[in-house]
């Protein structure tokens, strides 16, 4: 796009035959001015990521490696573009890497955006990585963890201590989440928090879940699922009732320490009533599925979903909820 005039981008884990960064190239040799983060300690995908920093600047992309201390988890891009004199800006979020290899793979979300609120925010935290500026001001919109002391852990932590206290006060409270991991004890034990104040919890965790549901007292009213089909659940969703204004969040961090307390992460919000209709059909489809789905139990057994009527195969379910509102647009 010639209206394009910049180009920014993170990258964790890219794949050894990109489309993606050769295509940055190309932007570069086309004139836009590109900057790209490459985190090296990305395990597993530290020589792709060197070799493809070296690419970049042999090709005059600025190319900024990893920060001391701290892995940059966030998939992230912004895009500058000017149309008649008049600048506009673009974001990109996604709970999924810019990898094509993973994205045959991987259940993901991205989100494309020119929502001012969320892309000034989405600019401060590439100002921190390029020049280290910490922001001043509280993020209002993004969570974000590892830019400054305003971090997603405590913007998690307000959202549900405010169910607990609407259910504590009568009013509907309750909260689904999805991710690959749950492992962060301070935030497992304000679930089961929630949970005896009589906060409605569901819970889709593909891969380790350290919060044990189903224990009299403590857990009895949280439902948790665990879905391993053909592609992997790589998504991460957070839905709280917030008294009859949800809230829904996409991000890439899982609840896990390392990913609340050791890396930059971003939480960013859906406030589009469409879109918010179409991330909520998706895990209303995921804790309806009793094909691929297991209960997660204190028993550790781990069984499949059973119940009856028609099967519900989530996967296959949403492939087809897909085409039918593309088909309808």
């Not at 979300?109 to 609120?117: A, E, L, V, Y």
């Not at 909260?175 to 819970?203: C, F, H, R």
Request: aromatic share 10%; proline share 2%; net charge positive.
């Amino acid at each position: 796009d010639p209206r394009v005039t910049h180009i920014k981008i993170l990258q964790y884990r890219v794949a050894k035959v990109s489309k993606i960064m050769n295509a940055i190239i190309r932007a570069m040799k086309n004139g836009k001015q590109v900057t790209v983060f490459i985190e090296i300690k990305a395990r597993f995908d530290e020589r792709a990521n060197l070799q493809w920093g070296e690419k970049l600047e042999d090709a005059g992309v600025n190319v900024i490696y990893s920060l001391p201390g701290l892995k940059v988890h966030s998939k992230m891009a912004v895009v500058r573009r000017v149309v008649n004199s008049k600048e506009s800006f673009y974001a990109y979020l996604s709970t999924g890497n810019f990898n094509e290899e993973t994205a045959k793979l991987y259940t993901d979300f991205g989100f494309f955006t020119k929502d001012k609120r969320i892309v000034d925010e989405v600019l401060q935290i590439f100002a921190f990585i390029e020049n280290k500026v910490k922001p001043t001001e509280e993020f209002k919109h993004l969570g974000v963890g590892g830019v400054s002391k305003y971090d997603m852990k405590k913007k998690l932590k307000s959202m549900v201590k405010q169910e607990i206290e609407n259910a504590k006060n009568g009013i509907e409270a309750y909260i689904t989440l999805k991710m690959n991991s749950l492992q962060d004890e301070e935030m497992i034990n304000l679930l089961y928090k929630a949970n005896k104040a009589g906060v409605k919890i569901k819970l889709i965790v593909r891969g380790i879940c350290s919060l044990v549901p189903g224990v009299k007292g403590t857990s009895e009213g949280i439902e948790a699922y665990s879905i391993l089909d053909r592609f992997l659940e790589h998504a991460r969703v957070f839905v709280f009732g917030n008294n009859g204004e949800e809230l829904i969040y996409l991000s890439s961090a899982d609840w896990m320490v390392r990913n609340l307390h050791h890396r930059i992460e971003t939480m960013f919000p859906i406030y589009d009533p469409d879109l918010q209709y179409f991330v909520k059909t998706i895990l209303r489809i995921q804790t309806d599925d009793n094909v691929k789905a297991r209960n997660l139990s204190y028993k550790k057994v781990n069984e499949y979903v059973h119940s009856a009527g028609i099967a519900v195969r989530s996967q296959l379910d949403t492939y087809y909820f897909i085409k039918r509102r593309e088909e309808n647009r």
